[in-house]
C-alpha cells in the first residue's frame, strides 16, 4: 500500500524559512517522479514544484523560482522543499504527490495534478506579515 506523508509545515513570519518532507512508503521497485502542490482556502490546488526520478530535472512556478528548493533521497524514498523568504501569499496546504514512471520518463516532471498517482494528506503552511 503506498502511503506518502508530509511534514514540516508551521506558522512562520514573512521572510523566514522551512522545509517540507515527504516520506513515501510502499513503493519497492517502483520508479516516480514527486511533485509539491498547494491549495490555499477558495482557492484551486496549483503546482509548486517537481522533480524527475532522477533528479536531474526540477520545475517550478514561476511564483516561487529562486526562493524553493526541490530535491530528493530515492535510497530513503523521501523528498524535500526548502522554502525560504516566504511571504503571506505562500500560505496554503501543501501537498506531496507521486508520479510513477517508466524508464523513459526517468527525467521528467509533470506539472499536472491529474498526472499524479498517489497524493499524501498535506501540511500547513502559514506565513504572517
Known amino acids: 500500500q503506498v502511503q506518502l506523508v508530509e511534514s514540516g509545515g508551521g506558522s512562520v513570519q514573512a521572510g523566514d524559512s522551512l522545509r517540507l518532507a515527504c516520506a513515501a512508503s510502499?513503493?519497492?521497485?517502483?520508479?516516480?517522479?514527486m511533485g509539491w502542490f498547494r491549495q490555499a482556502p477558495g482557492k484551486e490546488r496549483e503546482f509548486v514544484s517537481a522533480i524527475s526520478w532522477s533528479g536531474s530535472e526540477t520545475s517550478y512556478l514561476d511564483y516561487v523560482r529562486g526562493r524553493l528548493t526541490n530535491s530528493r533521497d530515492n535510497a530513503n524514498s523521501t523528498g524535500n522543499l526548502k522554502m525560504s523568504t516566504l511571504k503571506p501569499d505562500d500560505t496554503a496546504m501543501y501537498y506531496c504527490a507521486i508520479r510513477v514512471v517508466d524508464y523513459n520518463e526517468y527525467g521528467m516532471v509533470c506539472s499536472l495534478p491529474r498526472g499524479y498517482n498517489y497524493w499524501g494528506r498535506g501540511t500547513q503552511v502559514t506565513v504572517s506579515s
Open positions: 510502499g513503493l519497492t521497485f517502483i520508479r516516480y517522479s
